[in-house]
């Protein structure tokens, strides 16, 4: 990203790329109609099941306590009839720490701030949210038990049903 820093000591300057400046050009690209919420659904049917895989064989056991803390809290916001929208995308993000791989945080990281705002303007029911945390469940499992075969065919119906629910509110 290109930096203008006004003044004597300014100029045009190379800035340090972070999920703030990622997640802010993929928003632009979205209200500018360069790319589509379905463009960066695509996307990420190309990247997570691989993210996922990579985090199967990287996780720690903090990683896991992580992603169990999310189903729970998923868990106990459904059962209250309060599920929060933030744990679908934090999961997805925590799941690309578990894989070690600096870029997929960053892009998972970044993606999650964008569709946050997309996100807001849904109302997920219920069942929404039960389907999410199925999903979530068996996603654990196969990184927990290292299952690579089952881990990458989890994570893209899951972005298909989601995908498919974002399609139908």
């Known amino acids: 990203m290109i930096a203008i820093k006004p003044g004597i000591s300014g100029g045009a300057f ?7 400046s990622v997640s802010d050009s ?11 919420v379905s463009d960066i659904w695509g996307f990420r049917l190309l990247i ?12 720690t056991d903090w990683d896991l306590k992580q992603m169990e803390d999310m189903i729970t809290n998923l868990e106990k916001a459904i059962k209250s009839r309060k599920p929060p929208i933030v744990s679908n ?18 892009i998972m990281d970044a993606i999650g701030e964008t569709l946050l705002e997309v996100y807001k303007k849904f109302n997920f029911s219920l ?8 999903f979530h469940k068996k996603i654990f499992e196969c ?6 075969q089952k ?8 972005l298909m049903d989601n995908m498919k629910r974002l399609k139908n509110i």
């Open 143 to 148: 990184i927990k038990k290292k299952d690579t």
């Open 127 to 134: 069942t929404d949210h039960k389907n999410i945390l199925r």
């Open 151 to 158: 881990l990458g065919t989890f994570m893209e119906a899951h």
């Open 89 to 106: 995308m934090d999961f997805h993000q925590i799941i690309a720490r578990a894989s070690k791989n600096p870029l997929s945080i960053l």
């Open 14 to 20: 190379i800035s340090q790329m972070g999920i703030k």
């Open 48 to 59: 997570e099941p691989n993210i996922c895989c990579r985090a199967a064989q990287y996780r």
């Open 26 to 36: 993929l928003s632009n690209m979205i209200r500018l109609g360069n790319i589509s």
